[in-house]
């Protein structure tokens, strides 16, 4: 069975080596010839709005996916008068845009932090006026790892802010006070069968996740309240395959800050420190395979290498450390492979992570 994947990105190569063991071809779709999931599969180059090279692309598919949310709604719709499209593309419409998301998730009894659409100035100054400061402008579409945001600390900021970011239509979030960020993957097969991960627990800098540690220390308590916020989005989209759903901590209930209709950056733990990994289930799931179990199996941190690399060998001298590099040139804030240490307790994962740390803290720039 081959299973085609629009994007070929580090998430494109981990879905195809996840496939191998399965007996399942993965033939990849992107712009860039040394896409990095080439290494992976077949690559066909094109555009993703490219109606021959997706005719191309879907051509002998038992099945599509996608590796990133913002793939063309078109061209998801085209590929699904082809062949079969999991997520389908109405994950995709939901996903894209901030608006639609909040708005879906609110339609779901899923609470989310206050917010406003803004389209002109005069929105933004009457948003903020009813929000408050602090707050972030963000773009309601194409936004990710902390691009096309503006954070505002006061009414006088919007004009600047504006001037960033006007010109597309933006959405502004009140802040909330939270303890920390979480994330929970859910996994639907075509059957309806659902699994989820443990919470995990992510750190961000500068808009791009720094890393993850899973299962989250002192989450069993909101463990069942972030699966139903899964659930209830799985069942209203029809889904299949892996969704992931970023959450605020809060003194009150769990807030949906965004979701992603693919498998995530937070669930890269999973290869080494899950029964079955996200990137395995999100196949078995597309292909009508029974989902395999996401206990996890002891404790885990993940740590993205982030514009440049430590020397591999000390890396790999850590013990319960394992490295995935993606083959792409170094460049500062792009995302360039991540190191999963993995423990059967938590003293022994800290341990581990302070000396992965300080190998960290003097990178390579090779890669």
Known sequence: MTVGVVGGGQLGWMLGRAGDPLGLRCRFLDPAPDAPAGRAGELVVGAYDDPGALDRFAAGLAVATYEFENVPLAAARRLAERVPVHPPPGALAAAQDRVAEKTFFESLGIPVAPWRAVDRLDDLRAALAELGCPAVLKTRRLGYDGKGQAILRAP???????????????????????????????????????????????????????????????????????????????????????????????????????????????????????ETSQFENHLRAVAGLPLGSTAPRGVSLMLNLIGAVPDPAAVLAVPGAHLHLYGKAPRPGRKLGHVTLRADAPEGLDALERELERLLRSPSPGG
């Open 156 to 274: 006088g900021d919007a004009a600047d802010a504006w001037a960033r970011l006007g010109g597309v239509p933006l959405v502004l979030e009140g802040f909330v006070r939270f303890r920390r960020e979480l994330s929970v993957l859910a996994v639907r097969g075509r059957d309806g069968a659902t699994a989820s991960y443990p919470l995990v627990e992510n750190v961000h800098a500068d808009g791009i996740l720094r890393w993850s540690r899973a299962p989250a220390p002192d989450a069993a308590a909101r463990q069942a309240e972030a699966e139903g916020y899964a659930r209830r989005a799985l069942a209203a989209l029809d889904y299949v395959g892996v969704l992931a759903i970023e959450l605020f901590d809060t003194d009150g209930p769990l807030l949906a800050n965004e979701m992603a209709p693919r498998v995530h950056n937070s669930g890269h733990w999973t290869i080494e420190g899950a």
